[in-house]
T-cell receptor, first 110, second 115 residues
Framework: AQRVTQPEKLLSVFKGAPVELKCNYS??????LFWYVQYSRQRLQLLLR??SRESIKGFTADLNKGETSFHLKKPFAQEEDSAMYYC????????????FGKGITLSVRP | GAGVSQTPSNKVTEKGKYVELRCDPISGHTALYWYRQSLGQGPEFLIYFQGTGAADDSGLPNDRFFAVRPEGSVSTLKIQRTERGDSAVYLC?????????????FGPGTRLTVT
């Protein structure tokens, strides 16, 4: 079965500090990896996906197949980054159902 | 444009009762997904539809749960004989197409509390 692990529940940093949110996935064929974000009182939304290799709001994530990891990084955190972050995986070539990790709360203090 | 909408936003029911949760996907989206999010957990897949048919219902926990999408648009998740363990936020998502990657757009969720 697919499994996505986010080992930490909470990360609290000061504004301007670097951020790394960890995610490990269970290897199964050719997975697609995503990061979803939920800001306070808003709905869950896609932040980025590994295939697009883009930077969104200063965040990047690199797929490391050797370590089966997809950590989310940002060099300088902003207060508006405070939110709940979920790592998710799906199978390529199959249906698009997502398997989510438990999520991590990022708190950026002024 | 309008996003995915879900009604009701909150539902409190007594153990043993029947509930229906509604999802209105984004117009034109052919794929529709239901997820359940329990406290402290990430969303867990329940079922998805391609058009009117349930293409994968492997995430439904038991036969008390059932979902329909009769006209390929609005979907209803139905829970019979509710139990306290069914308390969770039920999320609906829709996407423009099925297969490959099509971004899933999530609704605000329905918070179900079974007392």
């Amino acid at each position: 079965a697919q499994r996505v692990t986010q080992p930490e529940k909470l990360l609290s940093v000061f504004k301007g500090a670097p951020v790394e949110l960890k995610c490990n996935y269970s290897y199964s064929g050719s997975p697609e990896l995503f990061w979803y974000v939920q800001y306070s009182r808003q709905r869950l939304q896609l932040l980025l996906r590994h295939i697009s290799r883009e930077s969104i709001k200063g965040f990047t994530a690199d797929l490391n197949k050797g370590e089966t990891s997809f950590h989310l990084k940002k060099p300088f955190a902003q207060e508006e980054d405070s939110a709940m972050y979920y790592c998710a995986q799906n199978y390529t070539g199959a249906n698009s159902k997502l398997t989510f990790g438990k999520g991590i709360t990022l708190s950026v203090r002024p | 444009g309008a996003g995915v909408s879900q009604t009701p936003s909150n539902k409190v029911t007594e153990k043993g009762k029947y509930v229906e949760l509604r999802c209105d996907p984004i117009s034109g989206h052919t794929a529709l997904y239901w997820y359940r999010q329990s406290l402290g957990q990430g969303p867990e897949f329940l079922i998805y539809f391609q058009g009117t048919g349930a293409a994968d219902d492997s995430g439904l926990p038991n036969d008390r749960f059932f979902a329909v999408r009769p006209e390929g648009s609005v979907s209803t998740l139905k829970i019979q004989r509710t139990e306290r363990g069914d308390s969770a936020v039920y999320l609906c998502a829709s996407s423009l197409k099925f297969g490959g990657f099509a971004e899933q757009y999530f609704g605000p969720g329905t918070r179900l509390t079974v007392t």
